[in-house]
């Protein structure tokens, strides 16, 4: 018998599980790719790690560049205030697990912001801040969702399944741990927000509906292939 699957998490946001659930397998192909299936058992590659984790680096300065720009999109200051601690969750906290890790692998952080971008890397981040420069914060933001919440759901998950102790546990630990949930809930608040005042209260019926959903989607297929990078380094 296999043993119960808890249902996976949607942070207080049911915008953000209504577009989970329509991308389907693109969902499930970002979400359970089998570079976060090795990571969480410990059987992945130590070089595929170290290169996603320089390319994911880099990542991270376009990212808080893109929430900057959310913030800005921002009319009320409750919602820039939501921006900024995300902002500071993701220069503060997220870099310093990766400048940490890499620190005890001889790769200083001069070398980890001098590493040279991937066309995978590239390819997801000018996505984002251009769906986010083309049109409102409810796009940049949705963009975003896969990305922030889509980790809390894979650090909690791994965590269940493996535990925290295993040769890429740190990194488990980061992304289920409490301070990492509080940013999601943060994130899943300010979607809810957004959706709320755009989409209003039933946001599949909203003529918006399918575009957000390939904007979500189209995230996920490039997380996909996010993971894919950094497992190809190790082979």
């Keep these: 018998m296999r043993a119960h699957q808890p249902a996976a998490p949607d942070f207080g946001s049911?915008?953000?599980?209504?577009?989970?659930?329509?991308?389907?397998?693109?969902?499930?192909?970002?979400?359970?790719h089998g570079f976060v299936e090795r990571l969480g058992n410990g059987t992945l590659p130590r070089a595929a790690f170290l290169h996603y984790l320089r390319q994911d680096y880099v990542f991270l300065i376009h990212f808080a560049r893109a929430w900057s720009l959310l913030a800005f999109k921002s009319t009320r200051l409750e919602e820039m205030r939501l921006c900024a601690a995300t902002v500071h969750a993701l220069v503060d906290t997220e870099t310093r697990l990766h400048v940490e890790i890499c620190a005890r692998e001889g790769i200083d952080?001069?070398?980890?912001?001098?590493t040279r971008e991937a066309p995978q890397n590239l390819a997801y981040t000018r996505y984002v801040i251009d769906r986010g420069m083309a049109g409102d914060g409810l796009d940049l933001l949705v963009a975003l969702l896969p990305c922030v919440l889509g980790y809390?759901?894979?650090?909690?998950?791994?965590?269940?399944?493996?535990?925290?102790?295993g040769p890429?546990?740190?990194?488990?630990?980061?992304?289920?741990?409490?301070?990492?949930?509080?940013?999601?809930?943060?994130?899943?608040?300010l979607a809810e927000r957004l959706g709320a005042r755009l989409l209003g209260p039933d946001a599949s019926s909203s003529p918006r509906w399918p575009e957000l959903c390939e904007t979500f989607a189209t995230a996920c297929r490039l997380e996909a292939d996010f993971w894919a990078m950094g497992l190809s380094a190790g082979n």
């Design 152 to 165: 809390g759901e894979i650090g909690a998950r791994l965590a269940a399944e493996h535990g925290t102790q």
């Design 109 to 114: 952080e001069a070398a980890l912001g001098a």
């Design 168 to 189: 890429y546990g740190e990194w488990v630990a980061t992304y289920a741990g409490e301070e990492y949930r509080e940013t999601c809930a943060v994130v899943a608040a």
């Design 14 to 32: 049911p915008l953000f599980a209504a577009l989970r659930a329509a991308a389907g397998d693109d969902w499930s192909a970002y979400a359970r």
